[in-house]
Structure formats: C-alpha cells, structure tokens
C-alpha cells in the first residue's frame, strides 16, 4: 500500500499569514493516464470533511481561491495564501492512483495562533 | 443539491452486526461510484469499501474484508454496509461519499452515523 506522509503535523498560523502542509507518498502517483491522483480535505471542527483540491491542483467547485495544490510525483503542497478563522480545521491529503486501497495522510492541524 | 444521510449506527457488542445505510438525493444516483469511509474517534479518515455503480466491482480494506460487505439498491437510491462479528477497534463515525465523473473521489460526503462496539 502507499504510505502518505505530512508535515507538519499541527500547524499554528497567524490570521492573514500564509500557511502550507506538505504531503510525501512512498511511491510516485504518477498514474498510467499520465495524471497524478492527489487529493485534499478539510475537516472543520464537528463537521463532515469537504474535498478542497483533486488530481494535484483542481479546485472543487466553492472552495476559496486562496487554496491552492501543487506538486507532482511523490511531494505535494497545499497552500492557504491568507489564513482566515473558518480555515481552522485537519487537512488530509490521500492518494487514489494506486488504489485500493485509498491511502490518506495523518492529517495536520491547522489553528490560530 | 446533492446530499448524502447516512443512518444506523449505534451501541453494539462484539461479534454483533449492524447495518448502515446512505440515502442519497439530488443527482442520479445510479450513476456514481459509492464508498464508505470511517473515522475512529479522535483519529484520521480510513477508506472502507467502495461499490461502483452496477455492483459488478466492489472492493474493501483488508481490517474488513470477509465481515463487511457494500451493497446498492439504485431503484431505492440507497447505498448499505453489512458488518458483522464487529470488534472493538471498528468504532468509529462511518461516512458515506460518492466519487465524481472524473475519476477524482469522494466529491462529497454525507455527516456520518457512529458506531460504538462495546460490551
């Protein structure tokens, strides 16, 4: 199975500051389509999580343009370029290029410093 | 809008068996691949099983295989998980999310159903 790790693990960020989580697989998510299935979540405090960013850099429908995906092979970054308070939360990133099974990171904890 | 409620978690003891059921609405159900994800309390998300959207590919984590099993009744626009001889280690808040058009997953989720395995 792919093994999906972040850093870090809690992150405290001032608001209006940027803020990015970094995410390793332990193989390249390079599929053979030639497209790279990463994926990223936020999971507010008590709520569901919500799918932010698919295949590396696409942005869901709703998501803040603040958010942003990059990366390619086996390191990924997500970034928040201005922190706001509703971006408290856990952010996963998962893998579905060799899949099953889909394999998530560890989560990171983003708060307000 | 599309929406997922997921139903029937609840206290059940080891070696029992529960099962949870998704309701979905607001797209054509029939469609879509499905999945169940859980989340133990105060951990991270685990991939459980996915079903695509004829039942002919069904898929599962190996901490399940043989105890769980994803079924879909399209005409009832309903997605279900069968567990049985459930262990402790299996409580946690069961998802249900469905997977998008492009090959990208769990493009949206429903708000979770807990079950608690204990005696």
């Known amino acids: 199975d792919v093994v999906m790790t972040q850093s870090p693990l809690s992150l405290p960020v001032t608001l209006g500051q940027p803020a990015s989580i970094s995410c390793r697989s332990s193989?390249?998510?390079?599929?053979?389509?030639?497209?790279?299935?990463l994926n990223w979540f936020q999971q507010r405090p008590g709520q569901s999580p919500r799918r932010l960013i698919y295949k590396v850099s696409n942005r869901d429908s709703g998501v803040p343009d603040r958010f942003s995906g990059s990366g390619s092979g086996t390191d990924f970054t997500l970034k928040i370029s201005r922190v706001e308070a509703e971006d408290v939360g856990v952010y996963y990133c998962?893998?579905?290029?060799?899949?099953?099974?889909?394999?998530f990171g560890q989560g990171t904890k983003l708060e307000i410093k | 809008e599309v929406q997922l409620v997921e139903s029937g978690g609840g206290l059940v003891k080891p070696g029992g068996s529960l099962r949870l059921s998704c309701a979905a609405s607001?797209?054509?159900?029939?469609?879509?691949?499905m999945n169940w994800v859980r989340q133990a309390p105060g951990k991270g998300l685990e991939w459980v099983s996915s079903i695509n959207s004829g039942s002919s590919y069904i898929y599962y984590a190996d901490s399940v295989k043989g105890r769980f099993t994803i079924s879909r009744d399209n005409a009832k626009n309903s997605l279900y998980l069968q567990m049985d001889s459930l262990r402790a280690e299996d409580t946690a808040v069961y998802y249900c999310a469905r997977d998008g058009w492009d090959l990208d997953p769990f493009d949206y989720w429903g708000q979770g159903t807990l079950v608690t395995v204990s005696s």
């Open positions: 607001g797209f054509t159900f029939s469609s879509y691949s």
């Open positions: 193989q390249s998510l390079v599929y053979i389509d030639g497209n790279t299935y």
């Open positions: 998962m893998q579905s290029t060799h899949w099953p099974p889909y394999t």
